[in-house]
């Protein structure tokens, strides 16, 4: 059974960098045909799609943030890292990672980790 697990600070504060890590165990980050997704969710707000790195190592972002994030890998590890610089208290949220097994079906999560920008 896949398994993942968010790890990394849980209070950040303004103009930083959040950095994120995300550990998988019951599967292969190279060989599993699968995107490997970050995904939050503000207080009181739906779901937001982050971006992703497929198991080839292409990245994808969601428009709206693109600028400031970067998703990358550690093969060796089994692990993908999320990075969002230059945050603010709106990027406050519940950090998910997640596996998309195929587009827009995510069929394993982390537990999630909040995540406050805060001075």
């Given at each position: 059974q896949v398994q993942l697990q968010e790890s990394g600070p849980g209070l950040v504060k303004p103009s930083q960098t959040l950095s994120l890590t995300c550990t998988i165990s019951g599967a292969s980050i190279t060989t599993d045909y699968s995107s490997w997704t970050w995904i939050r969710q503000p207080p009181g707000k739906e779901l937001e799609w982050m971006g992703a790195i497929t198991y080839t190592g292409n990245t994808y972002y969601n428009p709206s943030q693109k600028s400031r994030t970067s998703i990358s890998r550690d093969t060796s590890k089994n692990q993908f890292?999320?990075?969002?610089?230059?945050?603010?208290?709106?990027?406050?949220?519940?950090?998910?990672?997640?596996?998309?097994?195929?587009?827009?079906?995510?069929?394993?999560?982390?537990?999630?980790t909040q995540v406050t920008v805060s001075s």
């Amino acid at each position: 059974q896949v398994q993942l697990q968010e790890s990394g600070p849980g209070l950040v504060k303004p103009s930083q960098t959040l950095s994120l890590t995300c550990t998988i165990s019951g599967a292969s980050i190279t060989t599993d045909y699968s995107s490997w997704t970050w995904i939050r969710q503000p207080p009181g707000k739906e779901l937001e799609w982050m971006g992703a790195i497929t198991y080839t190592g292409n990245t994808y972002y969601n428009p709206s943030q693109k600028s400031r994030t970067s998703i990358s890998r550690d093969t060796s590890k089994n692990q993908f890292t999320l990075q969002l610089s230059s945050v603010t208290p709106e990027d406050t949220a519940i950090y998910y990672c997640a596996r998309e097994a195929e587009e827009y079906e995510y069929d394993a999560w982390g537990q999630g980790t909040q995540v406050t920008v805060s001075s």
